[in-house]
């Protein structure tokens, strides 16, 4: 198991702009898929990107174009910059560490806890 630490979520206006990090800790995460979902009130956990450890980029439609992954293994950390928010981003966004090298269809069950990322004017 991974130990995962989100951050950076926030209150921003639509249009702006969120950089989210997730530390990973007690091992490398180089060997993971590493990615992020998010869980909006009343709706299931869904795929938001992924970067496999073979270095394949995944986005949900809704991400593309607007969403950025990143990992930064010497680091053992992986980044989300958002940009151009909308309400309808509003959720809890969750890093996930896989140690499968595909972005499986049932998450591996190793979460962080959660940032909240809330869009409103």
């Known amino acids: 198991q991974v130990e995962l630490v989100e951050s950076g979520g926030g209150l921003v206006q639509p249009g702006g702009s969120l950089r989210l990090s997730c530390a990973a800790s007690?091992?490398?995460?180089?060997?993971?898929?590493m990615a992020w979902y998010r869980q909006a009130p009343e709706k299931q956990r869904e795929l938001v990107a992924a970067f496999t450890r073979s270095n394949i980029v995944h986005y949900a439609d809704f991400a593309k174009g607007r969403f950025t992954i990143a990992r930064d293994n010497a680091q053992n950390t992986l980044y989300l910059q958002m940009t151009n928010l909308q309400p309808e981003d509003t959720a809890v966004y969750y890093c996930?560490?896989?140690?499968?090298?595909?972005?499986?269809?049932?998450?591996?069950?190793?979460w962080g806890p959660g940032t909240q990322v809330t869009v409103s004017s």
């Open positions: 007690a091992v490398s995460f180089g060997p993971f898929t």
């Open positions: 996930n560490a896989d140690p499968r090298d595909y972005v499986a269809s049932q998450p591996y069950p190793n």
